[in-house]
């Protein structure tokens, strides 16, 4: 049974910082990743997916890096802004389908 | 338009009350999903519905009843539920289930149950 795991579960850092949030799985025969940005009480919005052939995707200050055969998953953000502070998720898809196994989140705080 | 539409944002219920959830979209997505999400943990994935057909119930209670009534629109009718139900239901859509296609997310609805 594939299981995500992302570490850190809390994460607070002052405006400006560059920081890394990590996420392993457990089988590395997926399919992509996704990575997700959740604020409070709301729903899931899609930052970033990797499919399983490339090792990185960027959109802006985001870049998300795929090592399949080591089982990891990172979000770079750059120069963080207090905007930023919301629940990470990253999600992996198994080959086969489309269902979607969520690793537990890391939320960050960006201090101003 | 890639919007997921949910109604309503949030819904109090007694455990006697019959409700409904409602999840809309119109980007031609044939694969349409319920997501749990209780607070601080991951979404759990509750159903699938695939051209308008159940394809997965990951063994939700009956006191959920997912409905599908054409391509853009699906309900999740609520009976009985329980104190313990109360959470964020999260509606996707995909353009199927068959490949890795990326899944769009609605708001969610906040369900309290008392």
């Known amino acids: 049974k594939q299981e995500v795991t992302q570490i850190p579960a809390a994460l607070s850092v002052p405006e400006g910082e560059n920081l890394v949030l990590n996420c392993s799985f457990t089988?590395?025969?997926?399919?992509?990743l996704q990575w997700f940005r959740q604020d409070p009480g709301k729903g899931l919005t899609s930052l970033l997916l990797?499919?399983?052939?490339?090792r990185e995707q960027t959109s802006g200050r985001l870049n998300a890096s795929l090592d399949k055969s080591s089982g990891r998953s990172t979000l770079y953000i750059a120069a963080s802004q207090p905007g930023d502070s919301a629940t990470y998720l990253c999600?992996?898809?198994?080959?086969?389908?489309?269902?979607?196994?969520f690793g537990g989140g890391t939320r960050l705080m960006v201090k101003p | 338009d890639t919007e997921v539409t949910q109604t309503p944002k949030h819904l109090v219920m007694g455990m006697t009350n019959k409700k409904s959830l409602k999840c809309e979209q119109h980007?031609?997505?044939?694969?349409m999903y319920w997501y749990k999400q209780k607070a601080k943990k991951p979404p759990e994935l509750m159903f699938v519905?695939?051209?308008?057909?159940?394809?997965i119930n990951e063994s939700v209670p009956s006191r959920f009843s997912p409905e599908c009534p054409n391509s853009s629109l699906l309900n999740l009718h609520l009976h009985a539920l329980q104190p313990e139900d109360s959470a964020l239901y999260l509606c996707?859509?995909?353009?199927?289930?068959?490949?890795?296609?990326?899944?769009?997310f609605g708001p969610g609805t906040r369900l309290t149950v008392t």
């Open positions: 990797i499919q399983s052939s490339q």
């Open positions: 519905y695939s051209y308008e057909k159940l394809s």
């Open positions: 980007m031609g997505h044939r694969a």
């Open positions: 996707a859509s995909s353009q199927d289930d068959r490949e890795p296609y990326e899944q769009y």
């Open positions: 089988d590395s025969a997926i399919y992509n």
């Open positions: 999600a992996v898809r198994r080959d086969a389908g489309n269902m979607l196994t």
